[in-house]
């Protein structure tokens, strides 16, 4: 019986997904405005997607990162990660989440790597548990999976800045993260180092099965992943599904043109007041350039047109 149970905590636990938003509300406060962030943001993320979030600047995708990785706080909704309510969390327990659920990857190097250490050094420096040798296996071992072997002994100014890169998505493995956050990994890059800088990601969550979420303004990176979610106005408004003849699995990427192609469906998103965004450049497209629009119902269709 107690069997039976423990099978059953399993089930829900396996069937429970990593991230969880509910109607999240981020406010900045200072002395003389507010500036709402976030508003009502709903998502559901499983375990061993590969995810990516775009958006304009000041949309709120960096703001919702941040908060997945532990470094800010909502202010009110509900945010869930890896089954751990980030709303209720003590300062000790934010720590053991931060050290042990999520692993970050900054866009700027300097965040990511210590310059005095070399690369193998680098990696080792997170990792908490175990002996240097057992430390020093895993290190080489993730050097391996992201294609840095032959660089251990580097240290930050003899790397470049794709290495660099590459190295510090080792760093952010080296406690075994349930959970992988990167902002803009490849902006600063060139289009040769941002495709195998995909590429880890790919394999980390095909081979491995690591979660993976992205921010990114690269656009042939977001047309590549099997998800991707636009962020407009603190929410987000709109979701983009890969085609399946455009799957990885099954087409040699090298033969597609993903900044050209349109590789995805796009479908909008409809928020829980039965509200969706219209994307500006659609509205222009349809010569629709006031705040009305005539909406109604035809053969199960919703169509809106111009007033």
Same mark, same amino acid.
Request: aromatic fraction near 6%; charge should be negative; hydrophobic fraction near 40%.
């Given at each position: ?26 406010? +900045? ?13 709903? *998502? @559901? ?16 995708? $960096? ?12 202010? &009110? ?15 000790? %327990?934010?720590?053991? +989440? ?51 072997? /032959?660089?251990?002994? $580097? ?12 190295? #510090?998505?080792?760093?952010?493995? &080296? ?6 956050? #990167?902002?803009?990994?490849?902006? $600063?890059?060139? @289009? ?24 990114? /303004? ?7 992943? %099997? ?10 408004? $709109?979701?983009?599904? *890969? ?20 590789? %995805? ?7 829980? &007041?039965? @509200? ?7 509205? #222009? ?23």
């Amino acid at each position: 019986m107690a069997e039976t149970g423990k099978k059953a905590e399993e089930k829900e636990f396996a069937e429970e997904p990593m991230i969880l938003a509910d109607n999240l509300v981020k406010i +900045y406060k200072t002395a003389e405005l507010e500036v709402l962030a976030l508003q009502g943001l709903d *998502l @559901r993320v499983e375990r061993g997607e590969l995810l990516a979030i775009i958006g304009n600047s000041g949309s709120g995708k $960096s703001t919702f990162l941040n908060m997945l990785g532990g470094l800010d706080t909502p202010s &009110a909704g509900k945010l869930f990660v890896d089954g751990k309510n980030l709303f209720t969390m003590t300062e000790k %327990q934010l720590v053991e +989440y931060k050290r042990d659920t999520v692993g970050f990857v900054w866009q700027n190097n300097a965040r990511n790597l210590l310059p005095y250490l070399s690369a193998l050094e680098n990696i080792m420096t997170p990792m908490q548990f175990g002996s240097e040798k057992g430390r020093k296996e895993r290190a080489l071992k993730l050097l391996d999976a992201v294609g840095m072997s /032959h660089k251990k002994a $580097s240290r930050l100014n003899q790397l470049s800045g794709g290495e660099q890169q590459r190295i #510090a998505i080792a760093i952010a493995l &080296a406690n075994s993260p349930k959970l992988l956050l #990167a902002d803009e990994p490849t902006g $600063s890059v060139d @289009r040769k180092t941002a495709d195998y800088i995909l590429d880890v990601f790919r394999h980390l969550n095909r081979d491995e099965g690591q979660t993976i979420v992205i921010v990114t /303004h690269d656009v042939a990176l977001s047309k590549q992943v %099997q998800r991707v979610i636009a962020i407009r106005d603190g929410k987000f408004s $709109s979701e983009r599904i *890969l085609k399946e003849q455009y799957s990885i699995d099954s087409v040699e990427a090298a033969a597609i043109n993903w900044q050209e192609e349109e590789t %995805q469906e796009e479908f909008a998103i409809i928020d829980r &007041a039965g @509200r969706i965004q219209i994307p500006k450049e659609m509205l #222009a497209e349809a010569g629709i350039e006031d705040n009305k629009l005539r909406m109604e119902v035809k053969d199960g269709k919703i169509v809106l047109e111009k007033a």
